[in-house]
């Protein structure tokens, strides 16, 4: 109702003034065949009264005063009714001018509303275009995410060599009985700093990546991103979130990975049991 409403006001100041102008234009001709019949009966008057004057009936002043008295009267009157049409036509063209302004507000808005539209179906594609960019680059970023835990390896004291997962398992269980007599994270934080370098080469690349995936997902600033983060989720195992707990919990220089991953709830899945003490469960 309420985007009816102009158009039916449009339309019916419309439909008033082409009315008005067919009134004008019905006006005009009855006008301007008055005006020539005015001129024609002047002139036949005018033939006449010289008929008269050629015939001896009528003198010279008598002409003139017939011409004065008839013919000037009629041709005055039709030159009334030539002012009275010209007046006629130029309020014929205000309407006109009138109707053009109509048209052309209308051309403006079916223009301005094309226009949203279009913009509109841009915005649309933009954001298709930018959501299939994220999930293209997110994938890639996952499928590297693998790459990296693959490419892990470790020679431990005794020589051997462990790969992969493994490499991650192995840091987690340092974690579990490095903090396992630390309950505050001060004490984490200093237990972690005459250890750090230790425990995190090897690893430290595969943190820093993880932290840049949610970083990446914090970005695009998506209006649901549960589905990327379940996607994590379900591919971590509980020895690389338990590694990630305790790498971010107790340095500094991934202080903001501990941010991310707490707001995304990426330890929800974990358990007392997974942890080196049950009071470290109430930090995630």
Known sequence: ??????????QERETRILHKIRILER??????RATWAQVILGALVSIVGLVFFFENKLTLNELGDYWAGSVM???TLAGMFFIYVAFLGQKQQLYYQQLEIIYNREEMKAAREELDEQHQEISRQNQILSFQRFENTFFQMFGMLGNIINSLNLQLADNRQINGIDVIRYKAKQCIGLFAEHKTLEALQSAMEPHEAKLLSHCEHYVSFLTQIFEFIDNA?????????QMIQSYTSSDEMI???YVSISTKRFKRSFELFRKYNLFAILKEQHFATKEHLDFI
């Open 221 to 229: 600033n998506l209006d649901d991103s549960s589905r990327y983060i």
């Open 73 to 75: 009267s009629l041709w």
């Open 27 to 32: 006006n005009i001709i009855w006008y301007t």
């Open 1 to 10: 109702m309420e985007n009816s409403s102009p158009n039916n006001f449009i």
């Open 243 to 245: 590694l990630l707990f």
